[in-house]
Protein backbone atom coordinates (compact mmCIF):
# COMPACT_ATOMS: atom_id res chain seq x y z
CA UNK A 1 0.00 0.00 0.00
CA UNK A 2 1.24 3.26 -1.13
CA UNK A 3 2.44 5.90 2.09
CA UNK A 4 0.17 8.44 1.94
CA UNK A 5 -0.88 11.33 4.04
CA UNK A 6 -4.61 10.83 4.05
CA UNK A 7 -6.71 8.44 2.45
CA UNK A 8 -9.82 10.33 2.62
CA UNK A 9 -10.66 11.10 -1.37
CA UNK A 10 -9.64 7.19 -2.12
CA UNK A 11 -11.73 6.03 0.44
CA UNK A 12 -14.85 8.15 -1.42
CA UNK A 13 -14.22 6.56 -4.36
CA UNK A 14 -13.38 2.71 -2.74
CA UNK A 15 -9.82 1.99 -4.22
CA UNK A 16 -6.56 2.02 -2.59
CA UNK A 17 -3.97 4.35 -2.99
CA UNK A 18 -1.84 2.42 -4.96
CA UNK A 19 -4.96 2.32 -7.64
CA UNK A 20 -4.43 3.05 -11.68
CA UNK A 21 -5.40 5.69 -13.73
CA UNK A 22 -7.91 2.70 -15.06
CA UNK A 23 -9.28 1.96 -11.76
CA UNK A 24 -10.03 5.44 -10.62
CA UNK A 25 -11.50 6.23 -13.68
CA UNK A 26 -13.56 2.63 -13.13
CA UNK A 27 -14.53 3.20 -9.92
CA UNK A 28 -15.77 7.00 -10.63
CA UNK A 29 -17.49 5.71 -13.55
CA UNK A 30 -19.72 3.56 -11.47
CA UNK A 31 -20.42 5.72 -8.44
CA UNK A 32 -21.46 8.68 -10.83
CA UNK A 33 -23.46 6.53 -12.52
CA UNK A 34 -25.28 4.98 -9.05
CA UNK A 35 -25.14 8.86 -7.46
CA UNK A 36 -26.01 10.92 -10.52
CA UNK A 37 -28.71 13.28 -9.61
CA UNK A 38 -31.09 12.87 -12.03
CA UNK A 39 -31.15 9.37 -11.17
CA UNK A 40 -30.88 9.80 -7.10
CA UNK A 41 -32.03 13.48 -6.26
CA UNK A 42 -31.20 13.42 -2.76
CA UNK A 43 -27.57 12.43 -3.60
CA UNK A 44 -26.05 15.69 -4.91
CA UNK A 45 -23.41 16.29 -1.79
CA UNK A 46 -22.36 12.43 -2.96
CA UNK A 47 -22.01 12.94 -6.05
CA UNK A 48 -19.91 16.19 -5.57
CA UNK A 49 -17.85 14.34 -2.87
CA UNK A 50 -17.34 11.87 -5.72
CA UNK A 51 -16.32 14.26 -8.80
CA UNK A 52 -14.12 16.47 -6.13
CA UNK A 53 -11.96 13.06 -5.56
CA UNK A 54 -11.59 11.90 -9.19
CA UNK A 55 -10.46 15.59 -10.22
CA UNK A 56 -8.05 15.78 -7.84
CA UNK A 57 -6.69 11.82 -7.89
CA UNK A 58 -6.37 12.27 -11.72
CA UNK A 59 -4.36 15.16 -11.64
CA UNK A 60 -0.78 14.24 -11.28
CA UNK A 61 0.06 17.83 -9.92
CA UNK A 62 -2.77 17.77 -7.12
CA UNK A 63 -2.38 14.31 -6.23
CA UNK A 64 0.70 14.42 -5.90
CA UNK A 65 0.16 17.27 -3.11
CA UNK A 66 -2.55 15.55 -1.75
CA UNK A 67 -0.48 12.31 -0.84
CA UNK A 68 2.40 14.45 0.30
CA UNK A 69 0.43 17.05 2.96
CA UNK A 70 -3.04 15.70 3.05
CA UNK A 71 -5.53 18.27 2.99
CA UNK A 72 -3.38 21.48 3.82
CA UNK A 73 -1.46 20.79 0.51
CA UNK A 74 -4.91 20.85 -1.35
CA UNK A 75 -6.24 23.93 0.51
CA UNK A 76 -2.74 25.95 0.15
CA UNK A 77 -2.00 24.62 -3.50
CA UNK A 78 -5.09 26.14 -4.80
CA UNK A 79 -6.01 22.21 -5.58
CA UNK A 80 -10.13 22.84 -4.63
CA UNK A 81 -10.46 25.84 -7.19
CA UNK A 82 -12.87 28.63 -6.44
CA UNK A 83 -16.26 27.42 -4.92
CA UNK A 84 -15.27 24.19 -3.04
CA UNK A 85 -14.93 25.31 0.36
CA UNK A 86 -18.34 23.68 1.53
CA UNK A 87 -17.03 20.33 -0.60
CA UNK A 88 -13.67 20.41 2.00
CA UNK A 89 -15.58 21.30 4.84
CA UNK A 90 -17.87 18.33 4.27
CA UNK A 91 -15.08 15.62 3.39
CA UNK A 92 -12.18 17.02 5.51
CA UNK A 93 -14.25 18.75 8.42
CA UNK A 94 -13.19 22.31 9.74
CA UNK A 95 -16.56 23.99 9.60
CA UNK A 96 -20.38 22.34 11.20
CA UNK A 97 -20.32 18.96 9.63
CA UNK A 98 -16.52 18.42 10.86
CA UNK A 99 -17.30 19.08 14.62
CA UNK A 100 -19.90 16.80 14.21
CA UNK A 101 -18.58 13.19 13.36
CA UNK A 102 -16.26 13.97 10.39
CA UNK A 103 -12.90 14.85 11.55
CA UNK A 104 -10.28 14.83 8.91
CA UNK A 105 -6.90 13.33 8.67
CA UNK A 106 -4.93 15.61 6.50
CA UNK A 107 -3.24 17.97 9.15
CA UNK A 108 -1.71 14.46 10.72
CA UNK A 109 0.85 13.89 7.42
CA UNK A 110 3.09 15.78 5.85
CA UNK A 111 6.63 17.25 6.55
CA UNK A 112 7.61 20.52 7.85
CA UNK A 113 8.25 23.24 5.55
CA UNK A 114 9.76 26.87 6.11
CA UNK A 115 8.61 29.43 4.10
CA UNK A 116 9.62 29.96 0.42
CA UNK A 117 12.81 32.11 0.36
CA UNK A 118 12.82 34.41 -2.94
CA UNK A 119 16.39 36.03 -4.57
CA UNK A 120 15.78 38.37 -6.60
CA UNK A 121 17.98 37.57 -10.00
CA UNK A 122 18.87 40.04 -12.95
CA UNK A 123 18.54 38.04 -16.17
CA UNK A 124 19.34 39.47 -19.23
CA UNK A 125 16.87 38.90 -22.65
CA UNK A 126 19.28 36.38 -24.00
CA UNK A 127 18.85 34.03 -20.63
CA UNK A 128 15.11 34.35 -20.85
CA UNK A 129 15.00 33.47 -25.08
CA UNK A 130 18.07 30.86 -24.42
CA UNK A 131 17.65 29.61 -20.99
CA UNK A 132 19.89 29.55 -18.34
CA UNK A 133 21.41 27.88 -14.74
CA UNK A 134 22.54 29.62 -12.08
CA UNK A 135 23.82 28.68 -8.66
CA UNK A 136 23.18 30.66 -5.97
CA UNK A 137 24.46 30.46 -2.45
CA UNK A 138 22.04 30.61 0.43
CA UNK A 139 21.89 29.95 4.34
CA UNK A 140 19.01 28.80 5.64
CA UNK A 141 18.06 26.98 9.17
CA UNK A 142 17.50 23.62 9.38
CA UNK A 143 15.51 21.47 11.38
CA UNK A 144 16.69 20.10 15.36
CA UNK A 145 18.93 16.74 14.66
CA UNK A 146 18.05 16.04 18.59
CA UNK A 147 14.30 16.65 17.67
CA UNK A 148 13.70 16.74 14.48
CA UNK A 149 11.92 20.06 14.44
CA UNK A 150 9.05 18.90 17.00
CA UNK A 151 10.25 21.02 19.85
CA UNK A 152 10.90 18.08 22.42
CA UNK A 153 11.41 14.43 22.85
CA UNK A 154 9.71 12.00 21.08
CA UNK A 155 6.23 11.66 22.20
CA UNK A 156 6.48 15.16 24.38
CA UNK A 157 4.71 16.72 21.41
CA UNK A 158 0.90 16.57 22.12
CA UNK A 159 -2.33 17.37 19.49
CA UNK A 160 -4.27 20.13 21.26
CA UNK A 161 -7.05 18.98 22.89
CA UNK A 162 -8.52 22.27 23.14
CA UNK A 163 -9.04 22.39 19.10
CA UNK A 164 -8.25 18.79 18.75
CA UNK A 165 -5.07 20.18 16.95
CA UNK A 166 -6.67 21.88 14.29
CA UNK A 167 -5.41 25.49 15.51
CA UNK A 168 -8.91 27.04 15.46
CA UNK A 169 -11.82 26.44 18.03
CA UNK A 170 -15.36 26.43 16.65
CA UNK A 171 -17.90 27.49 18.70
CA UNK A 172 -21.74 26.92 18.16
CA UNK A 173 -24.23 29.39 19.76
CA UNK A 174 -28.06 28.69 19.78
CA UNK A 175 -29.45 31.93 18.81
CA UNK A 176 -33.25 30.37 18.77
CA UNK A 177 -34.88 27.22 18.61
CA UNK A 178 -33.96 25.52 15.21
CA UNK A 179 -31.31 28.23 14.66
CA UNK A 180 -27.33 28.10 15.64
CA UNK A 181 -24.90 30.72 15.06
CA UNK A 182 -20.73 29.18 13.81
CA UNK A 183 -18.11 31.21 15.15
CA UNK A 184 -14.27 30.16 14.64
CA UNK A 185 -11.35 31.99 16.43
CA UNK A 186 -7.67 31.08 16.63
CA UNK A 187 -7.21 28.86 19.86
CA UNK A 188 -5.67 30.21 22.27
CA UNK A 189 -4.35 27.24 23.89
CA UNK A 190 -2.15 26.30 21.43
CA UNK A 191 -2.00 29.74 19.43
CA UNK A 192 -3.26 28.51 16.33
CA UNK A 193 -0.30 25.61 16.40
CA UNK A 194 -2.06 22.75 16.54
CA UNK A 195 0.49 19.91 15.87
CA UNK A 196 1.71 20.73 12.97
CA UNK A 197 2.94 23.70 11.14
CA UNK A 198 1.34 24.51 7.84
CA UNK A 199 2.99 23.11 4.66
CA UNK A 200 3.04 25.41 1.82
CA UNK A 201 3.48 24.32 -1.77
CA UNK A 202 6.39 24.67 -3.97
CA UNK A 203 7.06 27.77 -5.67
CA UNK A 204 6.40 27.09 -9.77
CA UNK A 205 6.86 30.63 -10.56
CA UNK A 206 9.71 32.65 -10.43
CA UNK A 207 8.42 35.60 -8.55
CA UNK A 208 11.85 37.37 -8.16
CA UNK A 209 13.12 38.07 -11.25
CA UNK A 210 14.64 41.10 -12.74
CA UNK A 211 15.16 41.74 -16.47
CA UNK A 212 17.59 43.86 -17.53
CA UNK A 213 16.88 46.39 -21.08
CA UNK A 214 18.32 45.25 -23.99
CA UNK A 215 19.94 47.22 -26.13
CA UNK A 216 18.26 46.13 -29.28
CA UNK A 217 14.78 44.75 -28.32
CA UNK A 218 12.19 44.92 -26.07
CA UNK A 219 9.56 42.59 -24.15
CA UNK A 220 6.42 42.66 -23.99
CA UNK A 221 4.86 39.32 -22.89
CA UNK A 222 5.95 36.83 -25.71
CA UNK A 223 6.38 39.54 -27.79
CA UNK A 224 9.71 41.32 -29.21
CA UNK A 225 9.94 44.97 -30.23
CA UNK A 226 13.01 46.56 -31.79
CA UNK A 227 13.79 49.84 -33.98
CA UNK A 228 15.32 49.31 -37.38
CA UNK A 229 16.77 52.50 -38.67
CA UNK A 230 17.04 52.52 -43.06
CA UNK A 231 17.46 54.88 -45.10
CA UNK A 232 15.26 57.00 -47.65
CA UNK A 233 16.42 54.48 -50.39
CA UNK A 234 15.33 51.16 -48.33
CA UNK A 235 12.17 52.97 -47.94
CA UNK A 236 11.16 53.81 -51.21
CA UNK A 237 13.02 50.97 -53.30
CA UNK A 238 13.31 48.31 -50.96
CA UNK A 239 15.75 46.40 -49.11
CA UNK A 240 17.12 43.18 -47.40
CA UNK A 241 18.66 43.02 -44.14
CA UNK A 242 20.24 40.88 -41.24
CA UNK A 243 18.77 41.12 -37.70
CA UNK A 244 21.01 39.09 -34.93
CA UNK A 245 18.27 37.41 -32.84
CA UNK A 246 18.94 36.53 -29.19
CA UNK A 247 20.28 32.82 -29.65
CA UNK A 248 22.90 34.13 -32.11
CA UNK A 249 20.88 33.28 -35.26
CA UNK A 250 21.03 35.58 -38.11
CA UNK A 251 17.46 36.63 -39.53
CA UNK A 252 17.46 37.63 -43.43
CA UNK A 253 14.67 40.32 -43.49
CA UNK A 254 13.73 41.07 -47.11
CA UNK A 255 11.09 43.83 -48.44
CA UNK A 256 10.38 43.95 -51.94
CA UNK A 257 10.77 47.25 -54.51
CA UNK A 258 7.28 48.68 -55.28
CA UNK A 259 6.74 48.23 -51.94
CA UNK A 260 6.61 52.22 -49.68
CA UNK A 261 7.93 51.99 -45.93
CA UNK A 262 6.35 54.35 -44.43
CA UNK A 263 8.46 56.35 -41.13
CA UNK A 264 6.84 55.11 -38.14
CA UNK A 265 5.40 52.02 -39.69
CA UNK A 266 5.41 48.58 -38.32
CA UNK A 267 6.05 45.36 -39.65
CA UNK A 268 5.70 41.81 -38.35
CA UNK A 269 8.07 38.69 -38.23
CA UNK A 270 5.72 35.71 -37.05
CA UNK A 271 6.84 33.21 -34.57
CA UNK A 272 10.31 34.63 -33.81
CA UNK A 273 9.16 36.55 -30.68
CA UNK A 274 9.88 34.71 -26.87
CA UNK A 275 9.54 31.27 -26.50
CA UNK A 276 6.38 30.26 -24.38
CA UNK A 277 6.22 29.24 -20.84
CA UNK A 278 6.99 25.49 -20.70
CA UNK A 279 6.58 25.36 -24.32
CA UNK A 280 9.37 26.81 -25.92
CA UNK A 281 8.38 25.85 -29.56
CA UNK A 282 4.97 28.25 -29.75
CA UNK A 283 6.28 31.81 -29.88
CA UNK A 284 5.34 35.48 -30.18
CA UNK A 285 6.46 37.78 -32.87
CA UNK A 286 8.74 40.10 -33.58
CA UNK A 287 7.87 43.63 -34.43
CA UNK A 288 10.01 45.98 -36.62
CA UNK A 289 9.36 49.69 -36.02
CA UNK A 290 11.49 51.67 -39.05
CA UNK A 291 13.04 54.89 -38.48
CA UNK A 292 13.48 56.45 -42.04
CA UNK A 293 16.54 58.65 -42.27
CA UNK A 294 16.10 60.98 -44.73
CA UNK A 295 19.37 62.99 -46.29
CA UNK A 296 21.09 66.28 -45.04
CA UNK A 297 19.84 69.36 -46.53
CA UNK A 298 21.39 70.31 -49.91
CA UNK A 299 22.64 66.63 -50.64
CA UNK A 300 22.36 66.97 -54.33
CA UNK A 301 22.66 69.44 -56.98
CA UNK A 302 19.85 71.43 -58.48
CA UNK A 303 19.63 70.03 -61.91
CA UNK A 304 19.82 66.60 -60.13
CA UNK A 305 16.85 67.73 -58.05
CA UNK A 306 14.56 68.63 -61.12
CA UNK A 307 15.58 65.15 -62.15
CA UNK A 308 14.45 63.86 -59.19
CA UNK A 309 11.05 65.26 -58.96
CA UNK A 310 10.02 63.75 -62.30
CA UNK A 311 10.65 60.43 -60.76
CA UNK A 312 8.49 61.33 -57.74
CA UNK A 313 4.72 61.37 -57.76
CA UNK A 314 3.43 64.90 -58.80
CA UNK A 315 2.80 67.80 -56.43
CA UNK A 316 -0.36 68.20 -54.75
CA UNK A 317 -2.39 71.01 -56.39
CA UNK A 318 -1.10 74.52 -55.79
CA UNK A 319 -3.14 76.38 -53.66
CA UNK A 320 -4.99 79.88 -54.66
CA UNK A 321 -2.28 82.55 -52.93
CA UNK A 322 -4.64 85.81 -51.93
CA UNK A 323 -3.22 88.95 -53.58
CA UNK A 324 -2.83 90.17 -49.75
CA UNK A 325 -1.07 87.07 -48.52
CA UNK A 326 1.81 87.89 -46.00
CA UNK A 327 4.76 85.73 -46.69
CA UNK A 328 6.88 84.03 -43.27
CA UNK A 329 9.99 82.53 -42.54
CA UNK A 330 10.05 78.80 -41.52
CA UNK A 331 13.19 77.95 -39.68
CA UNK A 332 14.47 75.01 -38.12
CA UNK A 333 13.13 74.40 -33.84
CA UNK A 334 15.39 74.28 -31.66
CA UNK A 335 14.60 71.31 -28.77
CA UNK A 336 16.90 72.50 -26.39
CA UNK A 337 15.16 75.79 -26.08
CA UNK A 338 11.78 74.36 -26.22
CA UNK A 339 8.40 76.07 -26.90
CA UNK A 340 8.70 79.63 -26.05
CA UNK A 341 4.71 80.21 -26.04
CA UNK A 342 4.40 80.20 -22.27
CA UNK A 343 6.56 82.97 -21.58
CA UNK A 344 4.89 85.20 -24.21
CA UNK A 345 1.67 84.02 -22.76
CA UNK A 346 2.53 85.38 -19.58
CA UNK A 347 3.44 88.91 -21.23
CA UNK A 348 0.19 88.63 -22.64
CA UNK A 349 -1.63 87.95 -19.77
CA UNK A 350 0.17 91.13 -18.24
CA UNK A 351 -0.57 93.43 -20.48
CA UNK A 352 -4.16 92.52 -20.63
CA UNK A 353 -4.65 92.95 -16.53
CA UNK A 354 -3.00 96.78 -16.88
CA UNK A 355 -5.40 97.47 -20.22
CA UNK A 356 -8.74 95.94 -18.51
CA UNK A 357 -7.74 94.95 -15.46
CA UNK A 358 -8.28 91.82 -14.12
CA UNK A 359 -7.33 89.69 -17.00
CA UNK A 360 -9.31 91.97 -19.00
CA UNK A 361 -12.55 90.92 -20.43
CA UNK A 362 -11.42 87.57 -22.61
CA UNK A 363 -13.89 85.43 -24.36
CA UNK A 364 -17.05 85.10 -22.74
CA UNK A 365 -19.95 83.02 -23.99
CA UNK A 366 -22.33 84.64 -26.23
CA UNK A 367 -26.00 85.59 -24.45
CA UNK A 368 -29.23 85.00 -26.27
Same mark, same amino acid.
Given at each position: ?? =???? #?? &???? &?????????????????????????????????????????????????????????????? /???? $????????????? +????????????????????? /????????????????? =??? #? #????????? &??????????????????????????????????????????????????? $???? =??????????????????? !?????? @???????????????? !???????? @?????????????????????????????????? +???? @????????? +???????????? =?? &??????? /???????????????????????? !??????????????????????????????
Amino acid at each position: MA =NVAD #TR &LYDI &LGVSPSASENELKKAYRKLAKEYHPDKNPDAGDKFKEISFAYEVLTNPEKKELYDRYGEQGL /REGG $GGGPGMDDIFSHI +FGGGLFGFMGGQGRGRNGGKR /RGDDMVHPLKVSLEDLY =NGK #T #TKLQLSKNV &LCGACNGQGGKAGAVQKCVACRGRGMRIMIRQLAPGMVQQMQSVCTDCNGE $GEVI =NEKDRCRKCEGQKEKEHEE !FRRDGS @DLHMVQRIGLVEALCG !FQMTVTHL @DGRQLLVKYPPGKVIEPGCIRVVKGEGMPQYRNP +FEKG @DLYIKFDVQ +FPENNWISPEKL =ND &LECLLPA /RADNPVIAPDAEEVDLTDFDKSQG !FGGGARREAYNDSSDEEGGHHGPGVQCAHQ
